[in-house]
């Protein structure tokens, strides 16, 4: 059995460290000292210090049970909620396209503009769950999913739709940005990876379903159910709303001018990434633009005690490695999920129906070992555990890669199981680094940047599927894999760095 390595414990996860007082201050605390953060330490530390220094009240190391399971169960029926809408909209559009007279092309903005909403609210709506707290927040963005979505069934036109749908990203977001807060707050330290890995079998169980679901409610009923299939759902969750945990708010101003600036630059980006696929110098253009109005929202944020763009926690030694190996496996995740269906159709020459089992396939190994890579999280280095994930997910990805044309489906699931596996084996170890470095204080924005930081790597994964296409039709399913692969990579080499870092 693999030991553990106090030193890497103390700075990426492992049982034995204690808290060092400077490992979860404010802003101001320094990358060294940070490191030696341990997910066992203290509740009572300097975790709990407010962003400008001044010491909090101690928070509870998690709620007691039974509190704790109503909590947990109402955060995973938000978790659905947010998954399922991304998934099984898509399911319906060309059902939608057709009773609405739209084309395809104007149907696909029925999806593109709840992700849109997603992506330019996360990071806004973090900031401001740290100020209003945690369950007002949660209360708000249920109510306003619900409302959403019953506008999305009533609605009797596109522009009705899309504008219905942008509501209810905002409400999906306004709940996707406080899991990580929240799941940190509701279970004791010791507990926390199991949390996480509970909240990974989720998504993945939902992304496996909303397909499934979408097609079983459309062969019933029409399109407006795919959406009024939430509100009984919804309901149900508001009972558990007053089981939620609340953390002390943070009293410090919101900048409103760096919430729009914060927006524009997501919603550039975002949309530079879709122009890739049609016109690669206008995409390219417009992530410029975002990039630079990244750079001026950073610099701003610099000054800031408790800014809207949590500079201050990249300060954060293990969090910002947990960040970057992050988002080099949601990238090769999204250029995988994107690349794959293509693959499977042009280079393997699958039917339709076979691609959605195959597809299916890795979902299933992430929900069948994130439990496992809960509990080892709890007692071995985030830096090991998902580097052996990253490791095995550029296995099964290489094994899709080099596998002939004539190949029958069983190693093809194969592939998709072991990569899954790997993705699922990584996530959990890594957000438990990433949400427990964080300051109790900063939980909030701590889920924040987790949730954009998987954004921001899927859409750059689709961004290579986009370029890979644009560079040979005939070959980028494949050349699409192989930069999939390559971004898995890079996450095993960051993993490496922060092991040999964090340990020195």
Not at 7 to 26: E, H, K, L, M, Y
Not at 449 to 469: C, E, K, M, P
């Amino acid at each position: 059995m693999a030991q553990n390595d106090p030193a890497s414990d103390n700075a990426s996860g492992g049982p034995r460290g204690a808290s060092n007082s400077s490992a979860n201050g404010g802003p101001n605390s320094s990358p060294s000292g940070s490191a030696n953060s341990s997910p066992n330490s203290s509740p009572n530390s300097s975790a709990n210090s407010s962003p400008n220094g001044s010491a909090k009240s101690a928070l509870p190391d998690g709620l007691p049970a039974p509190r704790r399971y109503w909590a947990a169960a109402t955060v995973m029926t938000g978790i659905s909620l947010s998954v399922l809408d991304t998934t099984i909209a898509n399911v319906a559009l060309p059902t939608i396209s057709v009773d609405l007279n739209a084309s395809p092309a104007q149907a696909v903005w029925i999806v593109n503009a709840y992700n849109l909403a997603v992506v330019m609210a996360l990071l806004p709506l973090s900031a401001l769950a740290e100020r209003i707290g945690f369950r007002r927040m949660f209360t708000f963005g249920l109510i306003l999913f619900t409302l959403a979505s019953l506008g999305c069934a009533l609605a009797g036109t596109l522009w009705q739709l899309t504008a219905a749908r942008v509501f209810q990203g905002v409400g999906a977001a306004t709940l996707m940005c406080m899991f990580g807060g929240l799941v940190r707050n509701i279970y004791p330290l010791h507990m926390l990876g199991r949390g996480i890995s509970i909240n990974a079998t989720t998504v993945a169980v939902m992304s496996v379903l909303g397909p499934t679901i979408g097609s079983a409610i459309l062969s019933v009923a029409p399109w407006p159910w795919i959406f009024a299939v939430n509100l009984p759902i919804c309901v149900l969750a508001m009972f558990g709303l007053r089981h939620l945990p609340e953390v002390p708010r943070n009293d410090v101003k919101l900048d409103w001018i760096s919430a729009l600036l914060c927006m524009a630059t997501l919603g550039v980006f975002i949309s530079g990434v879709d122009m890739m696929g049609q016109d690669l110098l206008r995409g390219i253009g417009l992530v410029a633009i975002a990039t630079v109005a990244g750079l001026v929202l950073v610099r701003r944020a610099r000054k800031q005690p408790a800014p809207l763009v949590p500079v201050d926690l990249l300060r954060i030694r293990p969090l910002a490695f947990a960040v970057g190996a992050s988002a080099c496996t949601f990238a090769a995740q999204m250029a995988s999920y994107v690349s794959l269906p293509f693959y499977f159709q042009q280079v393997l020459g699958r039917p339709y129906l076979e691609v959605g089992m195959l597809m299916g396939a890795w979902p299933v190994g992430t929900a069948i070992i994130a439990p496992l890579a809960g509990r080892l999280s709890d007692r071995y280095s985030a830096a090991t555990l998902s580097g052996v994930g990253a490791a095995t997910m550029v296995i099964g990805m290489l094994w899709l890669t080099l596998l002939p044309a004539t190949v029958s489906n069983w190693p093809i699931v194969a592939g998709m199981f072991v990569a899954g596996v790997g993705f699922g084996f990584f996530q959990t170890p890594n957000n438990r680094a990433m949400l427990s470095a964080a300051p109790r204080s900063r939980s909030g924005a701590a889920g924040g940047l987790q949730a954009t930081t998987r954004v921001f790597g899927q859409s750059f994964g689709t961004a290579l599927v986009a370029i890979a296409f644009s560079v040979s039709l005939a070959h980028g399913p494949g050349l699409a894999l192989v930069l999939g692969t390559i971004c898995a990579a890079l996450a095993v080499v960051v993993n490496t760095v922060r092991f040999n870092k964090l340990r020195a």
